[in-house]
């Protein structure tokens, strides 16, 4: 059993809890520490509510990672954007294998510093892009792969919620209020909250590597300063091209997250909102849904499936799914795939081109 410590995920934080949730799923990992707020007595509240001992509740990540660092195998930073890059830095400083959530970092500096300082400590450093464990998104990938729609022609990617159609950080909605304000969420409101979704979800898929971008962010409720809605045309190495859509001010979406992709072959489609079907539509044959289950998953994408098919999984176990290769990577030793640091890096690199090509009127920037 791994020994993890938790940085962020207090009483009412939101992700937190789904973070501890799936690594109990898996059973590999036992939560033995935390910091899971910058008020040592909401810390000692949500210690106590999880059964941990007083003297492993910390006022701070720093003395945390200080007085920990020989004792637990991972530490999860679940905090808000701005507190990641201190964070994850601390632990890395004190030797301690780190799983972060995205957006990773505010800059690409920082998460360049995050990258180079794992790799010389030869330590793991992973973000939680949570859609990449569902077991048909991987389905997707392998298809991609064998080559079931052929040389990939267009990507369409979507992610609209509804939840900030209204100005709810004006209300005192905690998780409203720190993703609206630049100094705390890094300059982007939903590019980074649901937009950084969709930017590892395309290569992680296709195996395309971005090449260049236009991007126009906008602001659709009236009082918002950062970006509530964008559009970026999207170009790869391959010559292939795409367009993703996100947005928060979706009104009356939820979780609509949608990846369609089409080949010379065919195409494939696949909603979060209806995880465990995925639609491929072979040329000139009728289209079909494939069903999360043994008849139909490739062997790549079966050990993602946990439950019988018809028996709807989910996204904690997409998110256990993503731990569970993170943790048999520190057991076993050998590399198993999950989203790194240097994705992380990519993503933030990612925002940054979409906010310059927004700033110059949706001009194309290179990737590099
Ligand atoms: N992977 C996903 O699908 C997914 C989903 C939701 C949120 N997120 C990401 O998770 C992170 C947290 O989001 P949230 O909605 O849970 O936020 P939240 O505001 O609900 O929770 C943040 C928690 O971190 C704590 N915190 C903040 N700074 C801290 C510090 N310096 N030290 C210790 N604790 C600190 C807060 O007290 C709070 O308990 C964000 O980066 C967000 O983008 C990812």
């Known amino acids: 059993m791994l020994k993890y410590a938790m940085i962020g995920g207090g009483p009412g934080a939101f992700v937190g809890a789904v973070h501890r949730n799936a690594l109990a799923l898996n059973g590999q990992a036992e939560l033995v520490a935390g910091c899971f707020s910058r008020d040592l007595d909401k810390t000692r509240a949500t210690g106590a509510e999880l059964g941990l001992d007083e003297d492993r509740l910390y006022a701070t990540p720093e003395e945390l990672a200080r007085l920990e660092g020989g004792d637990i195998d991972f530490a999860v930073v679940v905090t808000s954007n701005e507190a990641h890059y201190p964070n994850v830095k601390a632990c890395l400083e004190n030797n301690i294998h780190v799983m972060c959530d995205k957006p990773f970092t505010h800059t690409s500096a920082q998460a360049g510093e995050l990258v180079r300082l794992a790799r010389e400590r030869d330590l793991l450093l992973g973000v939680t892009y949570t859609y990449a464990g569902y077991p048909m998104v991987r389905q997707m990938r392998e298809m991609i792969a064998r080559g ?73 409720v009236e009082g918002r300063t950062l970006d509530d809605n964008g559009v970026v045309l999207t170009e790869y190495d391959s010559g292939a091209r795409g367009v993703y859509w996100y947005s928060q001010a979706a009104t009356g979406t939820v979780n609509g997250l949608r990846l369609r992709v089409f080949g010379d072959k065919g195409g494939l489609e696949w909603f979060q909102e209806d995880q465990d079907h995925l639609r491929f539509m072979p040329l000139n ?77 949706a001009a194309w920037v290179n990737m590099g």
């Open 148 to 220: 079931d729609i052929g040389e990939i022609r267009f990507v369409n990617a979507e992610y609209p919620q509804g939840w900030l159609a209204e100005l709810l950080e004006a209300t005192g909605h905690v998780q409203a209020g720190w993703r609206a304000d630049p100094a705390r969420s890094g300059g982007t409101l939903s590019l980074g909250d649901v937009g950084s979704h969709i930017e590892y979800l395309v290569p992680h898929v296709t195996g395309l590597t971005l090449t260049r971008l236009a991007a126009r962010l906008d602001s659709l």
């Open 285 to 361: 044959e009728p289209p079909r849904i494939l069903v999360r289950g043994p008849a139909d998953l490739l062997p790549g994408a079966m050990p993602y499936s946990h439950t019988p098919a018809g028996h709807p999984e989910g996204w904690l176990m997409a998110f256990a799914n993503i731990y569970r290769a993170f943790c048999d990577t520190l057991i076993t030793g050998a590399v198993v795939d999950f989203p790194t640091g240097g994705d992380g890096l990519r993503g933030v690199r990612f925002i940054e081109a979409c906010l310059e090509s927004s700033r110059r009127d």
